[in-house]
Structures are given as structure tokens and as C-alpha cells.
T-cell receptor, first 114, second 109 residues
Framework: NAGVMQNPRHLVRRRGQEARLRCSPMKGHSHVYWYRQLPEEGLKFMVYLQKENIIDESGMPKERFSAEFPKEGPSILRIQQVVRGDSAAYFC????????????FGPGTRLTVL | DAKTTQPPSMDCAEGRAANLPCNHSTISGNEYVYWYRQIHSQGPQYIIHGLKNNETNEMASLIITEDRKSSTLILPHATLRDTAVYYCIVKTGANNLFFGTGTRLTVIP
């Protein structure tokens, strides 16, 4: 029973390029959450998606960041025109429902912007 | 969501019980207490959660005071692999978790 999978595990981009981070939730989970962790800081919520719908994007920066969770395939967090401040670990979590359930986290994608 | 306060760091001898406190004096009646931990650079791991009764699972026990203003996570026999940052989170639903600074637990051989 595979856990939450994220790829790539490490991603290096130059300033101005695009970064695409993928998250495959646990089998049977239709709720996905993205968090960002800057160096030496705690995790910060970014966005909560249910299949094909964005439920809460209150933590997403207004520009350059977008997320989707299509009917088929993994959830994608997309960062356009990356800047050095985007360097962080990005964690995805999934849960079977949206209420009172623990979230299962993936291993994270470490983005480095040169 | 209620704010939580945790000590920044704690040490515990290997094999002894680790008791991690959390204050949440502004918790409301329908808010749950969740505990997660993050072992160095890994994704956070769910430990346990509760509303008002004490809870126990294979990893830990959660003791919530009667007035629900504080709680304690107990790792009964700490091992070196329990060294991690432990987060106490109070939330009505599971839509988004607010991770504060947590408690950095170091288990000492």
C-alpha cells in the first residue's frame, strides 16, 4: 500500500524558469494539500484541493503559483518564473475525506533556485 | 483556530517516557487537538488526535485536561528514532494544519 508519492525529490531551476512539482495521493484519497517549508521554519499551508476543485487557496501567493488536481493523474503545483525566495521544501499530503482525518505526508520536493 | 504554545526544546533519556506539553487556552468546544512530528527533513508524520477524552495508540498517548486548555503527548519509552520536532495543532477540521515552531525533542543515549 504505497504512501504519498512526490516527484521529483530534488529540483534545481534557474531564476525565471518554471518548476512543476507532482504529488500522487494515497490510494483512495481524494483530498490533497500542499505546504511549503522555508529553511529553518515550520510548514506553511498553501492550498487544499479535492478532485478537479480548489477548495482553499488562502495560503497561495497571488502571483506565479498555481495548483491543480485533475480527474486523472497526480496533483501538480506549478511555479512560474521562479525566484531565489522560492527555494524551499514543498510537501504534499492527502486524506480520504476533508474532516477530522489525519493527513498523510509525502517525502517532499526540495526546490533550489540558482 | 486556537493558538498553541509549546516549549522550544526538550531532552529525554533513551528508554524513559517523554512528556511534551502544549497550552491551548483559547480552544473552543469543537476544536480537536492533533499531534504531528517531523523527523529531520522528512515529511510530517501524524501521531494522534483527540477532542476531550484521553487517547492512546501504538505510538503515543494524549492526555487532555478536563478544561481542555492544555494537553500532553506521552511517548512511553523514547528511542533515538523519536528525535524530531513535535507539533501540537488545534483545528476544527483537517482542511489545513497550522504548524507553529513546535518542540524539538532530543532523545539522549
Amino acid at each position: 500500500n504505497a504512501g504519498v508519492m512526490q516527484n521529483p525529490r530534488h529540483l534545481v531551476r534557474r531564476r525565471g524558469q518554471e518548476a512543476r512539482l507532482r504529488c500522487s495521493p494515497m490510494k483512495g484519497h481524494s483530498h490533497v494539500y500542499w505546504y511549503r517549508q522555508l529553511p529553518e521554519e515550520g510548514l506553511k499551508f498553501m492550498v487544499y484541493l479535492q478532485k478537479e476543485n480548489i477548495i482553499d487557496e488562502s495560503g497561495m501567493p497571488k502571483e506565479r503559483f498555481s495548483a491543480e488536481f485533475p480527474k486523472e493523474g497526480p496533483s501538480i503545483l506549478r511555479i512560474q518564473q521562479v525566484v531565489r525566495g522560492d527555494s524551499a521544501a514543498y510537501f504534499c499530503a492527502s486524506s480520504p475525506t476533508g474532516l477530522y482525518n489525519e493527513q498523510f505526508f509525502g517525502p517532499g520536493t526540495r526546490l533550489t533556485v540558482l | 483556530d486556537a493558538k498553541t504554545t509549546q516549549p522550544p526544546s526538550m531532552d529525554c533519556a533513551e528508554g524513559r517516557a517523554a512528556n511534551l506539553p502544549c497550552n491551548h487556552s483559547t480552544i473552543s468546544g469543537n476544536e480537536y487537538v492533533y499531534w504531528y512530528r517531523q523527523i529531520h527533513s522528512q515529511g510530517p508524520q501524524y501521531i494522534i488526535h483527540g477532542l476531550k477524552n484521553n487517547e492512546t495508540n501504538e505510538m503515543a498517548s494524549l492526555i487532555i485536561t478536563e478544561d481542555r486548555k492544555s494537553s500532553t503527548l506521552i511517548l512511553p519509552h523514547a528511542t533515538l528514532r523519536d528525535t524530531a520536532v513535535y507539533y501540537c495543532i488545534v483545528k476544527t477540521g483537517a482542511n489545513n494544519l497550522f504548524f507553529g515552531t513546535g518542540t524539538r525533542l532530543t532523545v539522549i543515549p
